[in-house]
């Protein structure tokens, strides 16, 4: 089962100053994508109980997260396009194709995008380019294997 990375917490505390808001969102956001992984991936396997129950605890949870609630708006265009990048990675990890397999990883990264955002929204420019540069690699541990091109 895959786990949040939240080695970033530090950093996106210090950057966002504190907003423990954005950080509950953030791990909403990113425990929910790893977990929707595992049930596509066929890792965690749930009873249509457990799905439902777990759906509506992760909109009911979001719904009361006041910072997504304060940039829907600039965050759901991100979300929306992190799922679609999703759905193409997992298409190119089945392609005959050995530059689309090993891009793939990076295209299913594009989720993190909106934990940038995050970090953007709160602490404004520079506060990006800083988490960025220090944690855009900061999740490599689903790269399956040798770089190839």
Known sequence: MTVFDASIKPDFMRLTHNNEQAWKFVEL????????DDIIDGEAV??????????????????????????????????????????????????????????????????HEVVFAAVYICGGWNALREFTKKHREYQTDNYDGPIRT
């Not at 956001?29 to 929707?36: G, K, S």
């Not at 990048?85 to 050995?98: G, V, Y």
């Open 29 to 36: 956001f990113a425990d929910r994508a790893h977990h929707l």
């Open 46 to 111: 749930l009873t249509d109980e457990e799905m439902i129950q777990r759906e509506l605890a992760w909109m009911l949870a979001l719904g009361q997260n006041q910072f997504y609630k304060a940039h829907s708006g600039f965050l759901m265009p991100l979300i929306i396009m992190g799922c679609n990048a999703w759905l193409d990675a997992n298409a190119w990890e089945d392609s005959d194709d050995p530059v689309k397999q090993t891009h793939a990883d990076v295209i299913k990264s594009l989720y």
